[in-house]
């Protein structure tokens, strides 16, 4: 697994959103260092849903051969790739979120 966390910078601060409670411990331990803000995300439906369309479904993913395919818009990929790419949406959702309660 590569870049597991993206870095976002809001107002004075680094912002990391991670999609593995895996790498929570260590990315504390990083953000520690550096005064930044950890992020971790609840990976409900992660799975099931198309990262294009949002459409959720148990159907869209076939586990047995690691693939995802939408049944709404016809999107295709590998299933963890997808539950890592809608952890990632729902990071960067929460970041979005978060930094505008900061500015008012
Ligand atoms: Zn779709």
């Known amino acids: 697994m590569r870049s597991v966390t993206k ?5 004075d ?6 999609w593995s409670y895996q790498f ?5 331990y ?7 803000l950890v992020i971790t995300v609840p990976p ?3 799975s ?18 690691h693939l995802f395919c939408c049944k709404n818009c016809g999107y295709q990929s590998n299933d963890n790739r997808i539950g890592a790419m809608n952890l990632f949406k ?15």
């Open 7 to 11: 870095k976002v910078f809001i107002k």
């Open 13 to 18: 601060r680094y912002v990391s959103a991670s």
């Open 24 to 28: 929570r411990q260590l990315l504390e």
């Open 30 to 36: 990083k953000a520690s260092m550096k005064q930044s």
């Open 44 to 46: 409900q439906y992660t």
């Open 48 to 65: 099931q849903m198309s990262p294009k369309c949002g459409h959720i479904d148990k159907s869209n993913r076939n586990k047995k051969l």
């Open 90 to 104: 729902k990071g960067l959702n929460y970041i979005e979120e978060h930094s505008k309660e900061v500015a008012e």
